[in-house]
């Protein structure tokens, strides 16, 4: 039962060690996506359907392993109400995206969009300030948990990003918005009536950063407003870096293709050629 309840199945003690193993993983994971990624590109005949097939992938994989780690925590007596739930922001992936996946015109622009948006902020900020990176290794249970759910939330974005799948759209922000607010208003009442702090309603202690639980605690019932209003930034952010990025990529695009478009042969053209030949 070690690999369920120790701390660090290999014996490797300090954060330091730890993050090691979850960096080389995560460059192992960007590798493997790019490489992914090309080969989806390239295989233009079932382009369509692979894509869709891999986005159900990393679907099923996040929603079985989150089923998992529910099962280990009944059975190792580790359940509890106010902090085993798949109600956590990283959790909404699971619910988003069957509209990703199976939904249609706006459905399936909302569901893109909070994968794209909130969704991958979440998955790189457990990477830049991975939680559970410190108390457990990779090679436990817990550490593969979060290791795989969050890759799923990686990968996701990027083959829906870079494979065409979707575009994001500031038309989209409102809609996404709007949908992420109905989904997350019950957790709200959760966190008061449990009590606990999924999506850090509540006191935001789970985020174990000074400063924010100081504004939680000051603003009390207000608290929740202030954190639809951060996620409604991170939503913007997150759309506008997206989009100005893939617009770079575009405008580099057609640079490099018109320069590689041969201009139509004159008097004068050939002047230049044998002048650049002598």
């Given at each position: 039962?070690n690999?369920f309840?120790t701390?660090?199945?290999?014996?490797r003690v300090g954060p330091f060690?730890?993050?090691?193993?979850?960096?080389?993983?995560?460059?192992l994971l960007?590798?493997l996506t790019?490489a992914f990624?090309?080969f989806l590109?390239k295989?233009?005949?079932n382009h369509?359907n692979?894509?869709?097939?891999?986005?159900?992938?990393?679907?099923?994989?996040?929603?079985?392993v989150?089923?998992?780690?529910?099962?280990?925590s009944v059975?190792?007596?580790?359940?509890?109400?106010?902090?085993?739930?798949p109600l956590?922001i990283?959790?909404?992936?699971?619910?988003?995206?069957p509209?990703?996946?199976?939904g249609k015109?706006?459905?399936?622009?909302?569901?893109?969009?909070?994968?794209?948006t909130?969704?991958l902020?979440?998955?790189?900020?457990?990477?830049i300030?991975?939680s559970?990176?410190?108390?457990?290794?990779?090679?436990?249970?817990?550490?593969l948990?979060?290791?795989?759910?969050h890759?799923?939330l990686?990968v996701?974005?990027?083959i829906?990003?870079?494979?065409?799948y979707t575009?994001?759209?500031f038309r989209?922000?409102?809609?996404?918005?709007l949908?992420?607010v109905c989904?997350t208003?019950?957790v709200?009442?959760?966190?008061?009536?449990?009590p606990?702090?999924?999506m850090y309603f509540?006191?935001?202690?789970?985020t174990?950063?000074?400063?924010v639980?100081?504004?939680a605690?000051?603003?009390?019932y207000f608290?929740p407003?202030l954190?639809?209003?951060g996620y409604?930034i991170?939503?913007v952010v997150?759309?506008?870096l997206?989009?100005?990025?893939?617009e770079?990529?575009?405008?580099i695009?057609?640079a490099?293709?018109?320069?590689?478009?041969e201009?139509?042969?004159?008097e004068?053209?050939k002047?230049?050629?044998?002048e650049?030949?002598?």
């Amino acid at each position: 039962m070690n690999f369920f309840t120790t701390n660090d199945l290999l014996g490797r003690v300090g954060p330091f060690n730890k993050c090691i193993d979850y960096t080389i993983w995560y460059i192992l994971l960007a590798v493997l996506t790019a490489a992914f990624i090309w080969f989806l590109n390239k295989n233009k005949r079932n382009h369509v359907n692979l894509v869709k097939y891999s986005l159900i992938a990393t679907w099923a994989i996040a929603v079985t392993v989150d089923i998992i780690k529910i099962i280990v925590s009944v059975s190792t007596k580790s359940f509890v109400w106010n902090g085993s739930l798949p109600l956590y922001i990283c959790s909404i992936f699971m619910y988003a995206m069957p509209f990703a996946i199976w939904g249609k015109s706006k459905f399936k622009d909302i569901g893109c969009t909070y994968v794209c948006t909130i969704g991958l902020f979440g998955a790189i900020m457990n990477y830049i300030i991975p939680s559970v990176t410190y108390d457990y290794s990779l090679l436990s249970f817990w550490g593969l948990h979060t290791t795989i759910y969050h890759s799923m939330l990686l990968v996701a974005p990027f083959i829906m990003l870079c494979t065409g799948y979707t575009r994001l759209s500031f038309r989209n922000i409102g809609w996404t918005f709007l949908g992420f607010v109905c989904l997350t208003l019950p957790v709200v009442a959760i966190d008061y009536i449990i009590p606990a702090d999924y999506m850090y309603f509540r006191t935001a202690e789970t985020t174990s950063v000074g400063i924010v639980m100081n504004i939680a605690s000051a603003t009390g019932y207000f608290w929740p407003v202030l954190m639809y209003l951060g996620y409604a930034i991170v939503q913007v952010v997150m759309t506008g870096l997206i989009v100005g990025v893939n617009e770079v990529c575009v405008s580099i695009n057609k640079a490099i293709n018109n320069s590689n478009v041969e201009l139509p042969t004159t008097e004068s053209n050939k002047e230049e050629k044998k002048e650049i030949i002598k």
